[in-house]
């Protein structure tokens, strides 16, 4: 079936725009996360949500960022007022609960 | 709070011969670890995991690793490395008892094959 799915793949924004990349979850799926891949830091954990519980945002590295989650599926990672570092690998997983997590491909942001 | 080290930034081995790619995690209690692995430009794949079953766990593609308590290790290995398994490797740990939780990844390890 159908992975997780992500968009854009690439985006490309100046310092101080806002973005919104998308998380499409495997159907069923009733938990989602989103993680950041960049050189200096690795692979950070930044928000899960699982069903309709309170989502865990620890991980989130500042008030610029924010998530949701409509519907029980599809998510949107929100940033606000981008910064350079910001630039990334975004990944989005999804998993039954208790179960392994399905990666996205990953949106690349690249803010100039 | 759980973590996990990767010895080894970078691995280079000749098709082949066997592979080992070390991780030590810390954990104050019995963890569920992961070893996933990323190809260029491709997502991460689940290799395999150990969540307190056998201590020996066999994964995808010939790859198996050995939860050690008393070392605090889960080794990587592969007997005989092929060209395909070039790719960056990570040891993941999850926390216990946040059943579904966040992952805490390590730096990751490249591991290159040479023909």
Redesign the interface.
């Known amino acids: 079936g159908a992975?997780?799915s992500q968009s854009p793949s690439n985006k490309v924004t100046e310092k101080g725009k806002d973005v919104e990349l998308r998380c499409d979850p495997i159907s069923g799926h009733t938990?989602l996360?989103w993680?950041r891949q960049s050189l200096g830091q690795?692979?950070?954990?930044l928000i899960?949500f699982?069903g309709n519980s309170a989502p865990?945002k620890?991980?989130l590295p500042s008030d610029r960022f924010s998530a949701e989650r409509t519907g029980g599926s599809v998510s949107t990672l929100t940033i606000q007022r981008t910064q350079q570092e910001d630039s990334a690998v975004y990944?989005c997983?999804s998993?039954p609960?208790?179960?392994?997590?399905?990666?996205?491909?990953?949106t690349r942001l690249t803010v100039t | 709070a759980q973590s996990v080290t990767q010895l080894d930034s970078h691995v280079s081995v000749s098709e082949g011969t066997p592979v080992l790619l070390r991780c030590n995690y810390s954990s104050s209690y019995s963890p569920s670890l992961?070893w996933?692995v990323q190809h260029p430009n491709?997502?991460?794949?689940?290799l395999l995991?150990y969540t307190s079953a056998a201590t020996l766990v066999k994964g995808i593609n010939g790859f198996e690793a050995e939860f050690k308590k008393s070392e605090t290790s889960f080794h990587l290995t592969k007997p005989s490395a092929h060209m395909s398994d070039a790719a960056e490797y990570?040891c993941v740990v999850s926390p216990p008892g946040q059943?579904?939780?966040?992952?805490?990844?390590?730096?990751?390890t490249e591991l290159s094959v040479k023909p």
């Open positions: 992975g997780v938990a996360y993680y690795g692979l950070e954990f899960y699982q865990d620890s991980g990944l997983a998993s609960i208790n179960y392994e997590q399905y990666f996205g491909p990953g | 992961f996933y491709k997502g991460l794949q689940l995991k990570f059943q579904g939780g966040k992952l805490i990844f390590g730096q990751g």
